[in-house]
């Protein structure tokens, strides 16, 4: 057995006073001064993050239609009659309906899709498998003023104008390229021993992706999932396009229906959109377990 001595230099004894113990800053840790300006920055920047949050709900609680050019008279008149116009003399359940059916039919149709196709790619070679993904990406290259026309031209010929299968389908031809890339990307990182260890144990193609992939890909999925569901829930060019009754108006376009040529009730637009926000936080709330990790795990194999 060998023992080892540190010997301390004359100069740091001198220097350090008796029996005052030694300080030692172990490697990555910050100073007082950066973690407070870490600190500091942080809170800021969640501030401005949160301030037109706090600064709709403050318009939201005015009566006045014009009260955001004057919103210190605010102060003294706050009121919840905007929302109780919103909820009892506008369509905002029907607009709930319709936004739920199209985000919750967009998402599940958009992860399937997305998830069988990324799966295919990272898995199986088949001729032209390179070719589809860069397919996928070059559609997204398209603005939505292009596509609108041609997509209407579909959906009239298939009768599913003024629908909501169609407004789905439309959706989706946004949301599964960039789905498709992310899911590829995080089923790139599960260990191809897994298939194969299916394939021993008698399982198709499909029942092992069923059975033994898509379980361990459950961060990627949520974050397709919110992707999804927040690109559906927010879009406007599709929706007001292709609904055309005032029953099937999804949120982002009933949000609209305060607005005409010669007025605009910005009360009761900013009532509703913190009403609108409610669905999407209890949807964040219940994926943002895995939503984090899926963030990450596929920006590195293995």
Known sequence: MSTTTVETSAADTERRPAGAPRTVRRRGDRSRAASFVS???????????????????????????????????????????????????????????????????????????????????????????????????????????????????????????????????????????????????????????????????????FGTFARLILPLAKPGLAVAAFYSFLTAFGEVAFASTFMLSDDNYTFAVGLQTFVSEHDAQRNLMAATAVLIAIPAAIFFYLVQKNLVTGLTAGGTKG
């Open 39 to 205: 600190h500091a920055v942080l809170i800021g920047a969640s501030l401005i993050a949160l301030f037109p949050i706090a600064w709709l709900l403050f318009l939201s609680l005015g009566p006045d239609k014009d009260d955001y050019l004057h919103p210190g008279r605010i102060w003294r008149k706050m009121t919840f009659d905007n929302y109780a116009f919103v909820l009892k003399d506008t369509g905002f359940f029907d607009w709930l309906t319709s936004t739920l059916v199209v985000v919750l039919g967009t998402t599940l149709i958009g992860v399937v899709v997305a998830a069988s196709t990324g799966y295919a790619v990272s898995r199986m070679r088949f001729p032209g498998y390179r070719k589809l993904m860069w397919v996928l990406l070059v559609t997204q290259m398209f603005p939505i003023a292009v596509l609108i026309v041609p997509m209407y031209q579909i959906l009239s010929d298939l009768q599913l104008i003024d629908s909501y299968l169609g407004l789905i389908l439309v959706n989706c031809t946004t949301i599964v390229p960039y789905c498709a890339w992310l899911m590829k990307g995080y089923f790139d990182t599960i260990p191809f021993e897994i298939d194969e260890a299916g394939r021993v144990d008698g399982l198709t193609p």
